[in-house]
């Protein structure tokens, strides 16, 4: 599997773990951790888990940046 598909997986799979409305409700834009919404840097927004598939490689990093997800753990300096 390369990066891009990677990130999308993974994109998804934390997208699905947090949809918490039941089907036919709107989503609501979840916020980043500083509380500003993906719209608001101009990513797109996802209404359906298939807009996970149209994200290029930069977005799917600036989404994991924004809620700090993180693909290779951060190294520990001793």
């Known amino acids: 599997m390369n990066d891009n598909n990677s990130c999308k997986l993974t994109m998804l799979t934390r997208r699905l773990e947090n949809m918490t409305q039941e089907y036919g409700q709107p989503d609501l834009p979840v916020p980043f951790l500083n509380g500003d919404e993906p719209g608001k840097l101009k990513l797109p927004l996802s209404e ?15 989404y994991f940046n924004g809620y700090s997800i993180h693909l290779i753990p951060p190294r520990i300096s001793s």
């Open 48 to 62: 359906r888990h298939e807009d996970v598939d149209y994200l290029t490689k930069e977005q799917c990093i600036q």
